[in-house]
């Protein structure tokens, strides 16, 4: 009960900042406002007026300039404030607290990324790898429950992260990546199918996808990556294939002179459109990085969950602390009613 007086007795309830948060459920109550003013003010011009045929219990001249004789005022200004503090309870006023929750189903997406020798070219700055990396992370910082994970190959392949939602942790992972990671030479792209299906093959999300990323033909591995990529579409995976790079002379760095040096570059398109194909996806090619950004872009499009939003709003009620310092203006308002302030001038 003390804490309870202590919360309404307060004076921060007539803090303008606390005004402007609250939300008002009944905001046309402070019409009222003005109308009270005006009423006051109008009595006190009638009283002004006619003054002078006023009959009193002393002298005017006892009182007239006396600072006593403004107390005539009080209970006026205390009824008026009563009024507008019940304008202001009338008015109703609120704070609310809500909280979204957003649900979706997910989906489970592999990351297959290619950390080959060949993703050092540079016909893309700085390289190959480079680019993929600060793409793929974009792509993962703009998913909302799905579960990725990430498997990376070269002449062997391995499951680097498992499927989660830990963005931040997959993140972290994606940027560590270079080409040391597996000792191995080579392209080992059945492999890669093969660990990312693996890795998906007990999911009960309603839609799986694989995402390979490589820049040139399997030869390394296994498994052949025809057969791979039959098995994933057994597992109901869907697979989008990317073709990184150029064809032709591409750069791979300066020699000790300073001077570029160009290697003949090959891809295997067609390999990679057959995987794609057979797992019921899309293949794209990528020639530069902002290419690359659009094919994830699309990616990230065709494969949306339905995001539900649960919206919840917890209002709370704050009339009570006014109507409260109202009640006790009417009643100090009352009290001077019988006593000398209110009839003093009065015969």
Not at 275 to 286: L, Q
Not at 308 to 332: A, H, I, M, P, S
Request: charged share 25%.
């Amino acid at each position: 009960m003390k804490e309870f007086l202590q919360e309404w007795f307060s004076l921060r309830w007539f803090d303008p900042e606390m005004f402007r948060s609250f939300e008002w459920a009944h905001p046309d109550f402070f019409l009222l406002i003005p109308l009270i003013l005006a009423l006051v003010i109008l009595k006190w011009l009638f009283y002004f007026r006619f003054r002078e045929r006023l009959k009193v219990a002393i002298e005017r001249k006892v009182f007239s300039n006396s600072f006593v004789s403004i107390l005539r005022f009080l209970p006026d200004i205390l009824f008026a404030l009563f009024a507008t503090l019940v304008a202001v309870a009338l008015a109703r006023p609120q704070l609310s607290n809500e909280q979204v929750e957003k649900y979706s189903d997910g989906i489970d997406i592999m990351l297959t990324l290619d950390i080959s020798e060949s993703m050092k070219i540079e016909d893309f700055k700085p390289n190959r790898l480079e680019v993929a990396k600060r793409v793929a992370r974009d792509f993962v910082k703009g998913r909302f429950k799905d579960r990725i994970g990430l498997v990376i190959f070269s002449g062997d392949a391995y499951s680097l992260c498992p499927l989660t939602t830990d963005y931040d942790l997959l993140s972290t992972y994606i940027k560590d990546l270079d080409f040391t990671l597996i000792p191995r030479g080579g392209t080992a792209i059945g492999s890669a199918i093969a660990v990312s299906t693996n890795r998906m093959r007990e999911s009960k999300a309603k839609s799986k996808v694989l995402v390979l990323l490589s820049d040139g033909e399997s030869n390394a591995g296994s498994i052949d990556p025809i057969t791979a990529a039959r098995l994933a579409q057994a597992f109901n995976i869907r697979i989008y294939t990317i073709l990184i790079g150029k064809d032709g002379k591409v750069p791979v760095g300066q020699d000790f002179f300073g001077q570029m040096q160009y290697v003949d570059n090959t891809v295997d398109e067609s390999s990679l459109r057959e995987i794609a194909s057979i797992g019921n996806g899309k293949f794209y090619r990528a020639a530069n990085a902002s290419a690359l950004r659009n094919v994830f872009q699309q990616i990230d499009r065709l494969e949306k969950s339905e995001i539900k939003e649960y919206r919840f709003k917890d209002t709370r009620d704050f009339y009570q602390y006014y109507l409260y310092w109202g009640v006790v203006l009417f009643l100090t308002w009352l009290a001077l009613k019988s006593t000398f302030v209110n009839n003093f001038l009065e015969d």
